[in-house]
Nanobody
């Protein structure tokens, strides 16, 4: 049984920083991809950043790539999202996801999900 547990969300003013963490427990050795997806009310979850666990290759969407960094822990069963220069449009619930397939920005590729952590950025 795999569990993903996120932490690190909160409320900040525009320009501030937050660091999200996600730790996997259970049989996490088969993860090919770990990712962060964001959901806002009335919209589907969309990928913000992902990392291939085996070689560390990363991808961040253009709207965040100059401000956010995704990284993984040395054991490759944890993933982090460092968010700097936060903007109000970054507000949402951030979900950690992991999967055994190739990474993608859509939610359908992922096998495992965390419970979500809320990020609120005020102007």
């Amino acid at each position: 049984q795999v569990q993903l547990v996120e932490s690190g969300g909160g409320s900040v003013q525009a320009g501030g920083s937050l660091r999200l963490s996600c730790a996997a427990s259970g049989d996490s050795g088969n993860f090919a991809c770990m990712a962060w997806l964001r959901q806002v009310p009335g919209k589907e979850r969309n990928g913000v950043a992902f990392i291939y666990t085996r070689n560390g290759d990363t991808y961040l969407v253009p709207s965040v790539k100059d401000r956010f960094t995704i990284s993984q822990g040395s054991a490759k069963n944890s993933v982090y999202l460092q968010m700097n220069g936060l903007k109000p449009e970054d507000t949402g619930i951030y979900y950690c996801a992991a999967g055994t397939n190739l990474c993608a920005l859509g939610p359908g590729r992922f096998n495992y999900w965390g419970q979500g952590t809320r990020v609120n950025v005020s102007s």
